[in-house]
């Protein structure tokens, strides 16, 4: 055990509910002593920033409960099962919700949300050549569509007006790959 890690004792469930788990686990401590943590587990996600020929990428408003406003985010969901491989899930995801279809895929990276809360990963892609159909949103799932030019974007996320973690990463680490969308903003 290195001098940081703490060691698994016991596990007591708190809440198992469909989306979250919530758990008190029982550590030692690299000290040796003893300490509890309380956490939720969670299946993981997937995000997917579509970005169309023109420079333009596909956005969604939805709201969001627990903050009680309208975020304005990539499209993105949980996966279906803990090892879904999360590019089935963000086509699966980015089809349902916009009806796009991407033929290239990059994998931008892993995201881990709050790591002192909850063990979610949320899976990071940026889709290109993109054709259209029809959506399929979930019964409870209501978001507007929006085409946003990229450089909007990012200058957004600059100024602190995009407040979603994912799509704030997604756009900045697009921005690297991508530089000539950005031209002149940095």
Known sequence: MSKLEERFISRE???????????KDTV???????????????VGGVCV???????????????RYPHGRIFFEIPAGKLN???EDPLEAGK??????????????????EIATTPALIDEKIFVY???????????LDEDEFLDV??????????MVMRGEIKD????????????????LTDGLY
């Open 13 to 23: 469930e708190i809440f198992d509910g469909k989306i979250l788990k919530v758990v």
């Open 165 to 180: 973690a994912k799509t704030q990463i997604a756009i900045l680490k697009a921005a690297q790959l991508k530089r000539e």
């Open 126 to 136: 940026l889709a290109e050549d993109l054709t259209f159909g029809d959506r399929e």
């Open 92 to 109: 699966r995801e980015l089809r349902e919700e916009t009806g796009a279809i991407a033929e290239k895929y990059t994998f931008l990276g």
């Open 49 to 63: 920033l579509p970005l169309l020929s023109d420079g333009r990428v596909i956005m969604e408003r939805q709201y």
């Open 28 to 42: 030692e401590l690299p000290d040796g002593e003893e300490a509890f943590r309380e956490m939720c587990l969670h």
């Open 81 to 83: 099962f803990k090892g």
């Open 146 to 155: 929006e085409l946003v030019p990229f450089r909007e974007l990012y200058a």
